[in-house]
């Protein structure tokens, strides 16, 4: 017991000085005179709200090195760190903190911890004490001469097998066996004597019990038969069944109300939770097993639900199949053409071209090319024209319509709609 | 015995079940904003056509401010949207306001002039602006009313219906409790 309660003392020591190290961290961090030091100081303490997982001063993101330039500057004019973290509270909501301020529900995460540590410890300790009594000899239960004697010849091998109840059988073997250990000197002789004296109890009694027959409910095979008095109302076993049937229920009721909110019809490839519950985007799509027709078809659907990236994996796994294709190109080009690419827009628009000279979607992409981003208007136009001799749905032959006379507008005139704008240096 | 197991069950697993099943309900991304019901934080901002433009100055009106990149496609996917909702609300007292934050200049012009925005859009060189209102994914739109205070915030891509409901609750001065939420990008 005094072990004990030294180690408790010494638990207690350790702790309270790991306590005070994780007092003392930030303010040995915050202590630095270097601007940079404070910076970093306030960041590590931030979240980047666009990372998993990493404060504002470990993140390399476009918005952590915003939020370190506005920390700096804070600081220059003035500011002190708790006002700095206060400010981004303000804008982002303690979400932004990575240590939570012990206030509320914030509390629970530091407080949490060290009960779940203690609890563990005592849980452990528990068991520890709990195991140690039972290896412990068994208080003296009177057995019985007879049921012992009975037990001896058994074990010595004079009573035959199949008298015995398989539980008595056990006890028996286990006895023998402990004798055969203890005669290959694998047992110290108090041991021995100490184990045989608690396994002929044990088998004694399950002597007794089989021979006062089956009017009890079974009792789990405890050493000592249970004198159980009456009880009243249902037995323990009812109430299992009742509770594990409310449990069962209230899952299923739960799982039934969760998953039909989350779970949708997912897309090819899609995880079957996707988005709705985990955040995340949609895993790569699974694109092996498509033909080429269905490739292209869902590639332009990604391209209409603006999910480019997607798009841009349909397209490319459509050129693996065939190199050529045209569609796949002329598709490729207008994302191309979106994402900044001018030179290699106007390549993939002539190779689908040069597969297919009169594929609309690639004239049209060719002369949006040729006059948005290099001002070639008169190839551009050239494009158009093709396109225009072409079966056009009437929508699509005005808007084409439409954007020749704005370019022979731009021929004849030499201004254009980004010119209207006045240009502003960064 | 018996009694030890479902106080087991029931005092330790199922409240712990109940945290992880409610935790999967949760986007770990999604930062609640505290702006909400608050005064817009004031800003002077230039805009795209080499005007400034502060804030304050438009007091009176209900302000739909709206922050985007031309690379972020739920912008692409909203932009016609917003500039049809603008055409739409333009006579009352509504002003749009874009900012564009994370982008080249010349790709903002671009877009502007891809998707035919009218309305006055601001360029956020140094995100001071985004990080001010809070700004973590892209698109994110915050709706002002007549004194400035911030009534509703979505973040992702809106559609012309919501966007006229929540300016007509903005011109009644009506707070919405919840954000709202379409498909958005993070910032990078």
């Known amino acids: 017991m005094n072990t004990a309660r030294s180690a408790r003392r010494r638990l207690a020591g350790i702790l309270m000085v790991l306590a005070g190290l994780l007092l003392l961290a930030p303010a040995a961090g915050a202590g630095g005179d270097d601007l940079e030091d404070q910076m970093r100081a306030v960041a590590s303490g931030l979240r980047c709200p666009v990372c998993q997982n990493l404060s504002v001063a470990d993140s390399t993101s476009e918005l952590a090195l915003e939020m370190r330039a506005l920390i700096r500057d804070q600081l220059r004019a003035g500011k002190r760190p708790d006002e700095i973290r206060a400010y981004f509270v303000s804008k982002y909501g303690e979400w932004i903190l990575l240590s939570p301020t012990p206030r509320g529900v914030g509390l629970l995460a530091w407080v949490l911890p060290g009960l779940g540590a203690l609890a563990g410890l005592g849980g452990a300790a528990w068991t520890l004490r709990r195991w140690s009594r039972r290896s412990a000899p068994p208080p003296d239960v009177p057995v019985p001469g007879a049921a012992l004697a009975r037990i001896r010849t058994a074990v010595a091998g004079g009573d035959l097998p199949g008298t015995l109840s398989a539980e008595e059988l056990r006890h028996v073997e286990a006895l023998q066996e402990l004798e055969l250990d203890h005669h290959a000197g694998k047992l110290s002789d108090r041991d021995y004597a100490e184990l045989r004296a608690l396994y002929e109890a044990r088998a004694a009694a399950a002597l007794l019990s089989s021979e006062t027959p089956r009017r009890r409910a079974p009792a789990e095979g405890g050493p000592v038969p249970r004198h159980a008095p009456g009880r009243r109302g249902p037995s323990p076993r009812v109430w299992r069944w009742v509770a594990s049937g409310v449990f069962l229920l209230g899952f299923g009721m739960a799982v039934g109300f969760f998953l039909s909110g989350a779970v949708r019809a997912r897309d090819e490839g899609g995880s079957i939770t996707g988005d709705a519950l985990t955040g995340t985007g949609d895993a790569a799509a699974r694109t092996d097993s498509l033909d080429l027709r269905t490739l292209l078809e869902r590639g332009r659907q990604a391209m209409d639900g603006q999910d480019l990236r997607r798009a841009i994996d349909f397209f490319t796994r459509a050129l693996e199949r065939d190199p050529e294709e045209p569609t796949a190109h002329a598709s490729l080009g207008l994302i191309l053409q979106r994402g900044g690419h001018p030179d290699k827009a106007l390549k993939a628009f002539d190779r689908a071209l040069a597969r297919e000279p009169s594929l609309p979607q690639a004239l049209w992409g060719k002369g949006l090319v040729l006059h948005e981003s290099m001002g070639r208007t008169a190839e551009a136009i050239r494009a158009w024209e093709t396109l225009l001799a072409q079966d056009l749905s009437r929508e699509d032959r005005e808007r084409v319509t439409a954007m020749v006379a704005e370019a022979r507008a731009r021929i004849a005139g030499r201004t254009s709609p980004a010119e209207n704008v006045a240009p502003v240096t960064r | ?188």
């Not at chain 2, 992702?156 to 409790?177: P, Y």
């Open chain 2, 1 to 188: 015995m018996a009694w030890k197991r479902l106080l087991l069950v029931f005092g330790i697993g199922a409240p712990l079940i109940a945290v992880l099943a409610f935790g999967f309900t949760r986007d770990p991304r999604e930062i609640a904003s505290p702006l909400i019901g608050r005064q817009a934080p004031p800003f002077d901002v230039r805009l795209a056509d080499g005007r400034a433009l502060a804030l304050a100055d438009l007091r009176g009106r209900v302000v739909f401010l709206n922050f985007w990149a031309s690379w972020c496609p739920p912008c692409r996917a909203e932009a016609r949207a917003l500039e049809a909702s603008w055409r739409r609300h333009r006579e009352q007292e509504v002003v749009f306001l874009g900012v564009n934050m994370q982008d080249r200049e010349d790709a903002a012009r671009e877009f502007l002039r891809e998707f035919g925005i009218t309305y006055a859009n601001g360029l956020d060189g140094g995100n001071r602006i985004a990080i001010d209102y809070g700004v973590w994914g892209i698109p994110e739109t915050f709706i002002l009313d007549r004194t400035g205070r911030i009534t509703y915030k979505h973040v992702g891509a809106l559609g012309g219906e919501t966007i006229h409901a929540k300016l007509e609750e903005a011109l009644r001065g009506e707070v919405s409790r919840l954000e709202g939420k379409g498909e958005y990008r993070s910032i990078r």
